[in-house]
């Protein structure tokens, strides 16, 4: 069970011959780290370009440009094609005759360039918009580009002056929200009325895109969806002619509502778009039509309102409308599509068991197989998962131990590492060690986890023990830029995490065993699962432990306060849930904490009573360090101002450290090494004293 491992096999090797130069990973070695995202494929599977960030070391400014490998030459190694200067290329995507299109917001907005990998040309610009645009799909037959971006409704071309902004007229700055006007303030960001996520279509000839049209004529809502949602809710058919998209319709139902619909749109016909999912109030998305035509396969949930709800893989009959699930006898949660050349199967990924791996269905029959490969590196957390000729499939890797790097398995298993752009920075540091729990916790039930140690001889750790958000969520053997389980390894701690009831990767039911008891089954989990790894491995010192969390994992620390009072010597509380009945009078999302703990506050106040951890605060005495954002929206930052206050009254040492510019995550590279520094310095104060 034991996985002692360096990141990859070449920092093993580069470690193993020189271990007087290693060292230990820091927060500004994760905050610098180079990261890779994006990948796509020339449709004949020679070129591979992908976007690459980059950070400087001292200003922690950020950039992205485009990098190209020729799998047809021996030795081949990434090679810039689009990297201005100052300057973000991404979102790479082919057409049919291999040239290159790109976002750049090199004329000073985003824009849609291209270029031809086999010329020795320039890039040149392809469309000329009055917004920017977010993102974009080139048709099959390269004759039409459908963009999107964010447009007022009124505009009927890619942007416009709009009129009507959703201020009051008058001398003020108020913004005026009407009766059932939806979302406020959604995510990080006050919402503009009338402006929304807008798909059009574009001609394309001779590298220009001209005479650009709505795709959602009639309808009020944002596509792709915010604010998560990407090109992974817009799709062309294979025709050339059709649209599949992804909608959220905005009204004042709309911060209750987990109904996302898929439409088809014939290009240029005088038709509406045509909702395809009308009669499921669920989620639907993932829009992905088949090489011929012929179906469309799209994931679903069953519950309103629920948003960790089982996604079914769907198959829709695009000629008859007939339509059947094809995974529902399967419980797991389909996370992405990628039809197979032939369009006799679908490659999926989902979470299993701490694992984000790939799954081939079977498009008759729904039969499910767990790809397997040659080597481990088809193992950790799989995605953009894209099917080359021959059977071969291009995908991105990254694991606990490691960022993410490309690679492509062949029809038969073998697999190829395209990058290892971190490589020789990772061999520089000293070596860490994974290992799986298995434990029998709340209900007897089976459930997992993780440690995570310095390979070092020390014979007692202290440790870290991290509490996941989500609530339905996992820490399992993925890569992390804020959460990273490695650096507090290599700072010397033993890191323990449980996906405690309610986690995913698991089955449904184990899922949504949270529900209504947020402080139960969980908090049971986690006093079990720490006290099983601590059974399991020796050099945990359990004695001398610092818990911490966000969001739901926040909620726990605010939680643990007061309910596992003699459990550590201090606290780590990120934009976690102080005050459940203000939390649910002030989120964005309401559909979120209205089935967590089911229905509005208003309804049922002896659910969010409950589980509220404020009414624990007297029992608090464990020294806590509260972290929060001005941005965030999701958990407002009153819930950490409010801990904090409750904090300092009970004269309990505590610190409280807030971004004035980050949202529920902490995203900016200096900001992320403060953060880092600010609950290390929190820890080694307990902990290595």
Not at 57 to 64: H, I
Not at 283 to 308: N, Q
Not at 420 to 437: C, H, S, Y
Not at 603 to 609: G, H, I, K, R
Request: proline letters at 6%.
């Amino acid at each position: 069970m034991r996985n002692q491992i360096l990141c990859s096999a070449i920092a093993l090797a580069a470690a193993l011959s020189s271990p007087a130069s290693a060292r230990p990973m820091t927060e500004v070695d994760l905050a610098t780290l180079k990261r890779v995202a994006a990948p796509t494929a020339s449709p004949d599977g020679r070129w591979i370009v992908f976007q690459m960030t980059e950070t400087e070391g001292e200003t922690y400014k950020r950039s992205t440009g485009l990098w190209i490998v020729d799998r047809n030459a021996k030795g081949a190694k990434p090679a810039p094609i689009a990297d201005t200067a100052g300057k973000n290329e991404t979102a790479p995507a082919f057409d049919k005759d291999g040239i290159l299109y790109f976002l750049s917001n090199a004329s000073g907005k985003d824009q849609v360039w291209r270029i031809d990998p086999k010329a020795d040309a320039a890039a040149t610009q392809v469309t000329d918009t009055h917004a920017d645009v977010s993102g974009f799909k080139i048709s099959p037959d390269a004759t039409k580009l459908l963009a999107w971006g964010d447009i007022p409704k009124e505009c009927t071309d890619f942007g416009c002056d709009a009129k009507d902004k959703g201020a009051l007229p008058g001398p003020g700055t108020g913004r005026l929200y009407k009766d059932g006007a939806g979302f406020v303030r959604h995510w990080d960001q006050w919402e503009t009325p009338g402006t929304y996520s807008r798909p059009f279509v574009f001609n394309l000839s001779g590298g220009k895109a001209t005479a650009a049209r709505p795709v959602d004529a009639g309808l009020v809502g944002d596509s792709p969806s915010k604010p998560f949602g990407g090109g992974e809710e817009l799709a062309w058919g294979a025709d050339s002619r059709t649209v599949f998209f992804t909608l959220r319709k905005a009204d004042r139902n709309e911060p209750t509502s987990t109904n996302l619909d898929v439409y088809s749109w014939l290009v240029d016909s005088r038709m509406m778009p045509v909702n395809l999912t009308q009669d499921n109030q669920a989620t639907d998305t993932l829009p992905t039509p088949s090489p011929d035509g012929k179906w469309l396969a799209y994931a679903a949930m069953a519950r309103p309102g629920y948003e960790a709800d089982r996604q079914v893989l769907m198959l829709r009959n695009l000629e008859s409308g007939e339509t059947k699930k094809l995974t529902d006898a399967w419980d797991r949660s389909v996370a992405s599509i990628a039809w197979a050349a032939d369009g006799k199967s679908l490659y999926v990924t989902a979470q299993d068991t701490l694992e984000h791996p790939v799954f081939r269905i079977d498009a008759t029959t729904g039969k499910v197989d767990k790809l397997k490969a040659t080597t481990e590196a088809f193992e950790g957390n799989i995605g953009d998962v894209t099917p080359l000729p021959g059977g071969a499939l291009l995908y991105s890797r990254n694991t606990a131990l490691a960022p993410t790097d490309l690679y492509v398995r062949d029809a038969k298993g073998k697999v190829s590492q395209i990058t290892a752009v971190n490589a020789a920075t990772l061999a520089q540091f000293d070596p860490v060690e994974m290992d799986r729990i298995q434990f029998a916790g709340a209900n007897g039930d089976k459930v997992w986890g993780i440690i995570l140690k310095p390979v070092s001889p020390v014979q007692k750790l202290p440790v870290a023990f991290i509490v996941h958000g989500g609530p339905q969520g996992s820490f399992g053997n993925a890569w992390s830029t804020r959460w990273n389980p490695r650096l507090f390894a290599q700072r010397g701690y033993g890191v323990v995490s449980i996906d405690f009831h309610g986690s995913t990767g698991y089955g449904q039911a184990f899922t949504d065993s949270i529900n209504k008891d947020w402080g139960g089954k969980p908090l049971e989990d986690l006093k079990l699962g720490l006290a099983a790894a601590g059974k399991q491995d020796a050099q945990l010192d359990l004695t001398n432990a610092c818990a911490l969390g966000a969001s739901y994992g926040g909620y726990m620390m605010n939680w643990i306060a007061g309910q596992w009072t003699d459990g550590f010597k201090c606290l780590v509380q990120h934009d976690g849930v102080f005050d459940a009945r203000a939390m649910a009078y002030e989120t964005e999302e309401l559909w979120f904490d209205e089935w967590e703990h089911g229905g509005p506050y208003f309804q049922v106040p002896e659910e969010y009573e409950k589980w509220n951890p404020v009414h624990h605060v007297a029992k608090w005495k464990t020294p806590m360090l509260v972290i929060t954002s001005e941005k965030d929206f999701r958990i407002p930052y009153t819930q950490g101002l409010a801990a904090f206050t409750a904090l300092q009254r009970r004269n309990i040492p505590s610190q409280l450290l807030v971004f004035p510019d980050e949202n529920h995550w902490v995203l900016k590279g200096a900001n992320s090494v403060q953060w880092h520094q600010t609950v290390f310095n929190w820890l080694d104060s307990y902990l290595k004293k």
